[in-house]
């Protein structure tokens, strides 16, 4: 069971163009959600090399979001399919290594959606808190296989 | 060591009223590599940035964290203070307090903490930054217009009237959009087409503008200044160059039941037809969906009657590309049909009509000479009835936001019934006369005051048809609900401005955002406001909102001065946040493998490669080459490198997993 104090650590990589933006207009409608998040900017979801989540979870991180633009609205053409068919592969070989992959999300928010930013973080923040902290990363970590 | 700055901005209250801004600073000061943190009420001010400015010199800083709104508000603004201390501009980052933290949380620890993780995040990175030169890249210095409306027309005029080559594209086979449908327009009651027509013609004349109608943008790529556009431009059926415009071959044609689009369903026109009367470019068009010809039958009456042999029966749709610098958007509006309000009937009653319709009656080049007239009969209505609002405001049954234009043509319809038919009974139902905008709201009073017509404050809940007549069914909310019943002979439904038909597959093709309603979305509402999402591409008229004739040219306007401000240049300066393959001493001289697997994913072509040769010119390694000017900066080619030989500037590894590090 998970622990009542506990907050959970999220990093989130997210493309500058629709979920950044996403996320800024979140901010400018006011609209509330948890603070457990931390984005990091990127230029496109293409760019989310999956040595950057491995590196997130090392870093004592619960929860990883990768979000960028809607397929079809990527400001570079084609950055987020390259980022969703590395997500299919991976997603199973990740899920082979041991990692929870319940703690990875994968979204598209574009930046006229602020309400689905709020409701995304909210949900991934909640569900982490079920899940409680990764402690499990650092025996794999320590077992080689991460 | 770095020497940083780390500058943390109140933004009055906007970050201070959740966040503690001094303990921000406080704890910034202790951070590693940090050699100066304060905090200030406005950063983004002058005195503010006058402050960065005097500590950078004071403190020999090398690098710049500030800590306030959205990197996308004023990252350039901080960019440039710092080079004015002589900074290298990307030796600046901007951590997000405001959209990312004060404004979506409460005011808590908890917030003032995640405030500091995010500026120790920047800081991380900053100390990786390293320094950049801006990309010079050559501009092609013409533009392209899409759409042919008023705001198409005017962005073309003023572009092409300072110098520069236009190219303008039409989807409908002639220039004009709907303010060539209009009557008369408010509030001087001046004759739509006569103002609109010659500025028709000064396009098609003006020897800077090429002018495509029947033509669709099939394809974009490319960036600011540098953009590849594929035009379709379908097959007319009519040698344009032969064509004389003499209208032989329109009175010839057999099919006559084809519904005018023009009139807006009104009237029946041929299927081989020019829109209107006035039409520019004067030239027919067959439409092939119509034409016997087409439809495997034997008909060649219009090829018989054309003296100069224009018609062309086997033209082919033509894909022709051009370069150009900038695009305008001015795709403009549709409005809600009446099949969209099943109160008023679902479109089931003829003499429920839209607004744009009873636009056509009145006009002098309508299917009634501008005679108002009712659909069912073709009688003079008596009793007409105007409703505002139709499925504007409406969140459960239409659209949210208010169309704009209805309150003033609203008016405008009821007086020229009352100019056109003196006897004439006009009402309008209103939730609230918007009537804001120079002599407006003296126009409405006039309408009320001079002209009679009778204004009642409510809504329709319901319409049906009784004897012939239209049953129009409301309340009067000033005389505290008050069932109102009125046997009208007509209803002019004021009915919502909708984004166009095919707005959101032309924003895709154009990497453009749009808004929750599928309008063209503004860089930002205030001031940029004709400017889209991507840089190069502008925006005028209703493709953006609702909007009206004089606020659309004023808008057109703005775009073109924005878009001869960018073709006036030669040379645009990029962000060098480009991707780069690295380069090490012999024998490995790049960790580049040369699998070029980059090269297939890069979106741009940006990527080939380069020969590594001896000074006999033996090929030793061949690896991957980026080049900057094409080079947009995705990122997708280092996540896919194998042996990471690629990195990109301003989002490099080494900076990326800082950041993780940080937290």
């Known amino acids: ?146 | 060591m770095s020497r940083l700055g780390v500058f943390v901005c109140h933004c009055g209250e906007n970050i201070g009223a959740t966040v503690d801004v001094t303990e921000v600073a406080e704890r910034c000061k202790h951070m590693p590599g940090v050699a100066h943190a304060e905090d200030y009420k406005y950063l983004c001010s002058n005195p503010g940035q006058n402050k960065i400015k005097q500590a950078i010199e004071e403190h020999q800083l090398d690098g710049v964290v500030v800590a306030a709104c959205s990197p996308r508000m004023h990252e350039p603004t901080f960019r440039r203070a710092v080079t004015d201390a002589g900074l290298n501009a990307y030796m600046c980052e901007v951590a997000n307090l405001r959209e990312h933290c004060s404004w979506v949380h409460e005011k808590a620890d908890s917030t003032t903490e995640k405030a500091i993780d995010l500026v120790r995040l920047q800081v991380e990175k900053v100390k990786r930054n390293k320094p950049l030169d801006t990309i010079q890249v050559p501009i092609t210095r013409s533009a392209l217009v899409i759409g042919g409306g008023i705001a198409g027309i005017q962005a073309a005029l003023d572009i092409a009237d300072s110098g520069h080559k236009v190219i303008m594209v039409e989807r409908s086979p002639a220039l004009g959009g709907h303010m060539a449908q209009l009557s008369e327009t408010f509030p001087t009651l001046d004759c739509s087409q006569c103002i609109l027509t010659p500025r028709m013609v000064d396009v098609s004349r003006h020897p800077n503008i090429t002018l495509l109608t029947y033509s669709e943008v099939e394809h974009v790529e490319g960036f600011i200044g540098n953009f590849k556009v594929a035009i379709r431009k379908r097959a007319r059926m009519v040698d344009e160059d032969l064509c004389t415009g003499c209208g032989e071959c329109l009175q010839k044609c057999p099919t006559k039941n084809v519904a005018d689009s023009f009139n807006e369903g009104l009237s029946m026109r041929r299927a081989i037809y020019v829109p209107f009367a006035q039409a520019v470019p004067n030239i027919p068009v067959i439409d092939t969906e119509n034409c016997r010809k087409f439809q495997g039958k034997k008909c060649d009456r219009c090829a018989k009657a054309c003296p100069t042999k224009a018609i062309k029966f086997d033209q082919k749709d033509q894909i022709i590309n051009v370069e150009v610098g900038a695009i305008v958007v001015a795709t403009g509006y549709q409005v809600m049909g009446t099949e969209r309000f099943p109160e008023y009937g679902y479109g089931t009653y003829p003499d429920v009509i839209t607004g744009l319709q009873f636009e056509r009656y009145a006009s002098a080049s309508g299917p009634t000479q501008g005679v108002i007239k009712r659909p069912s009969d073709g009688k003079e209505p008596e009793t007409v009835v105007f409703l505002a609002c139709s499925g504007s405001r409406d969140a459960a049954k239409g659209v949210k936001y208010c169309s704009k234009i209805c309150c003033m043509y609203t008016a405008k319809h009821a007086m020229l019934l009352k100019h056109k038919n003196h006897h004439a009974k006009a009402y309008v139902f209103y939730m609230d006369i918007r009537s804001a905008g120079k002599n407006y709201d003296e126009f409405v009073r006039r309408a009320i005051e001079e002209d009679g017509v009778k204004y009642i404050r409510g809504r329709v809940s319901r319409i049906y048809e009784e004897d012939g007549k239209l049953i129009v069914k409301g309340a009067d909310t000033l005389l505290g609900g008050e069932p109102v019943e009125i046997k009208a002979d007509m209803v002019v439904l004021a009915s919502a401005a909708l984004p166009n038909h095919g707005q959101g597959e032309l924003a895709q093709k154009l990497h453009v955002g749009t808004d929750p309603y599928g309008f063209v979305a503004e860089a930002h509402p205030k001031l940029r406001p004709v400017e889209t999402t991507s840089a190069g591409i502008f925006l005028a008229g209703a493709c953006q909102s609702p909007r009206d004739i004089p606020e659309t040219v004023g808008q057109a306007s703005a775009a073109a001065a924005k878009v001869t401000a960018l073709l006036s240049r030669s040379h645009l300066a990029r962000e060098p946040l480009v991707a780069e393959v690295n380069r090490k001493p012999a024998p490995q001289f790049s960790d580049c493998t040369g699998c070029l697997l980059c090269e297939t994913a890069c979106p741009y072509q940006a990527i080939g490669h380069e020969e590594i040769k001896d000074r006999n010119g033996n090929v030793l390694k061949t690896v991957a080459k980026i080049n900057p000017g094409l080079c947009q900066g995705c990122g997708t080619c280092v996540s896919l490198c194998r042996t990471k030989a690629i990195d990109l500037h301003g989002y490099s590894n080494e900076q990326i997993f800082a950041e993780i590090m940080s937290l």
């Open chain 1, 1 to 146: 069971m998970a622990d009542e104090a506990f907050e959970p650590k999220i990093t989130a990589f997210v493309c500058n163009w629709c979920t950044y933006a996403g996320a800024d207009l979140t901010g400018t409608s006011r609209l509330k959600y948890q603070s457990n998040i931390r984005i990091i900017r990127l230029p496109c979801t293409g760019r989310v090399d999956f040595m950057l989540i491995q590196k997130a979870f090392a870093r004592g991180s619960d929860g990883v979001i990768v979000s960028g633009c809607h397929p079809n609205d990527c400001h570079y053409t084609s950055g987020n399919y390259h980022a969703r068919r590395r997500w299919m592969v991976f997603n199973d070989l990740m899920e082979f290594m041991g990692l929870d992959m319940r703690r990875v999300t994968f979204s598209w928010v574009s930046a006229a959606e602020g309400a689905k930013w709020a409701t995304l973080v909210n949900e991934v923040t909640d569900h982490l808190r079920e899940l409680g902290p990764y402690t499990e990363y650092q025996r794999l970590l320590n077992a080689g296989v991460a």
